[in-house]
């Protein structure tokens, strides 16, 4: 039986979205089923219509289904991506996290492997304290964490982050697109071995 994946992402101006592509093509080639799936917006419409950049990129991802927690329950494994707002996860992500009480609280987020990656305008901009804080909330899931640690060269080439891949402001190269491909292998390959013979 194929890994069930749930890639769960907020992007405001394409990278978040971008990273979860890259992992959802990683994931399917290791022979995961996926669902790519988008947190909601919750900045006022007439903010980010003001913005350029921030209605283009909600413009892009419009078809995207929005994530719910039937797609939660359904996966074994999660794959999150958010960028750091002041040292932690973007609100959006949080207040989609904010509503899975329900499902945390009859066990069906417990024992599923999960990682998670995340961005910021600059090289120190909190990306590490954004992946620790979202972990402590899968801690409290009684989710298995699987961060890439230093497990292939693709991550110290990425920058060395052990907690997951954080990227700076700007395209994705062949460096990031390695280390998040390393990323989403390894939580299928994780997941699948903590998945229940059939």
């Given at each position: 039986m194929a890994v069930k994946l749930a890639i769960v992402f907020y992007s405001t101006y394409g990278t978040n979205h971008a990273m979860a592509e890259v992992a959802a093509e990683a994931a399917r080639a290791a022979g995961a089923e996926v669902r790519l799936r988008r947190v909601a917006e919750t900045a006022p419409a007439e903010v980010v219509a003001g913005q350029e950049a921030w209605k283009a990129q909600a413009d892009r991802?419009?078809?995207?289904?929005l994530v719910t927690a039937d797609d939660m329950e359904w996966a074994d494994a999660y794959f999150f991506?958010?960028?750091?707002?002041?040292?932690?996860?973007?609100?959006?992500m949080r207040a989609f996290i904010d509503t899975l009480g329900g499902l945390w609280f009859e066990g069906k987020l417990a024992d599923k492997a999960v990682t998670a990656v995340t961005s910021a305008q600059n090289a120190h901009g909190g990306q590490e304290t954004t992946l620790v804080g979202i972990y402590t909330t899968f801690m409290h899931w009684g989710a298995i964490l699987v961060p890439p640690g230093y497990t292939d060269q693709a991550i110290f080439a990425a920058g060395g982050n052990p907690y997951g891949y954080s990227h700076t402001a700007g395209a994705l190269d062949d460096t990031a697109r390695a280390a998040l491909a390393h990323q989403a292998r390894r939580l299928v390959q994780v997941a699948g071995r903590l998945k229940p013979a059939s």
């Amino acid at each position: 039986m194929a890994v069930k994946l749930a890639i769960v992402f907020y992007s405001t101006y394409g990278t978040n979205h971008a990273m979860a592509e890259v992992a959802a093509e990683a994931a399917r080639a290791a022979g995961a089923e996926v669902r790519l799936r988008r947190v909601a917006e919750t900045a006022p419409a007439e903010v980010v219509a003001g913005q350029e950049a921030w209605k283009a990129q909600a413009d892009r991802m419009a078809d995207i289904p929005l994530v719910t927690a039937d797609d939660m329950e359904w996966a074994d494994a999660y794959f999150f991506s958010a960028p750091t707002r002041y040292g932690t996860v973007a609100s959006q992500m949080r207040a989609f996290i904010d509503t899975l009480g329900g499902l945390w609280f009859e066990g069906k987020l417990a024992d599923k492997a999960v990682t998670a990656v995340t961005s910021a305008q600059n090289a120190h901009g909190g990306q590490e304290t954004t992946l620790v804080g979202i972990y402590t909330t899968f801690m409290h899931w009684g989710a298995i964490l699987v961060p890439p640690g230093y497990t292939d060269q693709a991550i110290f080439a990425a920058g060395g982050n052990p907690y997951g891949y954080s990227h700076t402001a700007g395209a994705l190269d062949d460096t990031a697109r390695a280390a998040l491909a390393h990323q989403a292998r390894r939580l299928v390959q994780v997941a699948g071995r903590l998945k229940p013979a059939s």
